[in-house]
């Protein structure tokens, strides 16, 4: 007898939108946007991840066709697409210079707005290079009120963000965009933890515009030794020294 998976379980967000929950130990957090026609999948897990029981989980909600939306191209948030593609999803948007091999459809600098039906449309953007050279933001739009943004791990909450591919002074401008946005997405969901609002954007751009501030000043008063600015750099003593690394190779 085939074995049949047990579903991973999704947590309602809003109408039309919904969390997984894929284990006690993961922090990813994998999107869900359901329409009439089309079922998104938002950064469906690693390699290592419960595949099936996750194709289960959208299957118990959905029999649309299912669409893959990568927000960037660390493994964490792609390892998945293989497996998905041998199911049969047939499109996996990434951006252009995320280096996701296994998508097939690509977003440039002009947003992306895929339509699902019943009137949910999912709108992905680049707003900018950040956390990574190719980072896509989703946001839903369904109906009047204001939606809710799936950020990547533009946005992470309960952890230092993570810069040892980023462009941390773009990526402060990129928040500051994003935060932009909050007339129309009232809710933004991080990568990694739990929901946000737009005060806790501001905060972490604030935070990473200081930790910028500091760290290029100690590069500036210290060539040989911009480490001794860890200290007083607004993160753990690993990304600090990483931001640091960052900035003195821009």
């Known amino acids: 007898m085939a074995h049949v998976p047990d579903p991973v379980r999704f947590q309602r967000l809003e109408e039309h939108a919904w969390l997984a929950a894929p284990g ?6 994998v999107g869900l946007v359901l329409g009439e026609n089309l079922a998104v999948l938002i950064d469906p897990g690693p390699a290592d991840g419960d595949h099936a029981g996750l194709l289960a989980g959208v299957r118990e909600l959905s029999s649309a066709e299912i669409v893959v939306v990568n927000t960037h191209g660390h493994p964490d948030h792609i390892g998945a697409n293989e497996f998905l593609r041998a199911q049969g999803v047939r499109k996996i948007w990434a951006h252009e210079h995320a280096g996701v091999e296994t998508a097939t459809d ?3 600098s002009t947003p992306v707005t895929l339509q699902l039906g019943g009137g949910v449309d999912i709108v992905v953007s680049h707003l900018g290079r ?3 050279a190719g980072d896509l933001v989703a946001g839903v739009r369904s109906g009047e009120a204001p939606g809710i943004m ?3 791990d533009l946005v992470r909450e309960g952890h ?3 810069f040892y591919d980023s462009y941390p002074e773009e990526w402060v401008r990129t928040l ?3 935060w932009s946005m909050a ?4 809710r933004f969901i991080p990568g990694h933890g739990r929901e946000v ?4 954007l501001a905060s972490m751009r604030r935070r990473m515009q200081q930790g910028c501030n500091v760290s290029s000043q100690a590069i500036r008063d210290a060539v040989n030794d911009a480490t001794k600015a860890i200290p007083i750099v607004p993160y753990g003593p690993g990304e600090s020294r990483e931001l640091i690394t960052r900035l003195r190779g821009r």
Do not use: W
Request: proline letters at 7%.
């Open 24 to 29: 006690p130990d993961s922090g990813l957090n």
């Open 106 to 108: 690509l977003v440039s």
């Open 130 to 132: 950040g956390h990574t």
């Open 150 to 152: 799936f950020c990547g």
């Open 160 to 162: 230092d963000p993570e």
């Open 176 to 178: 500051g965009r994003l």
């Open 183 to 186: 007339g129309n997405h009232s």
């Open 197 to 200: 609002d737009a005060d806790f």
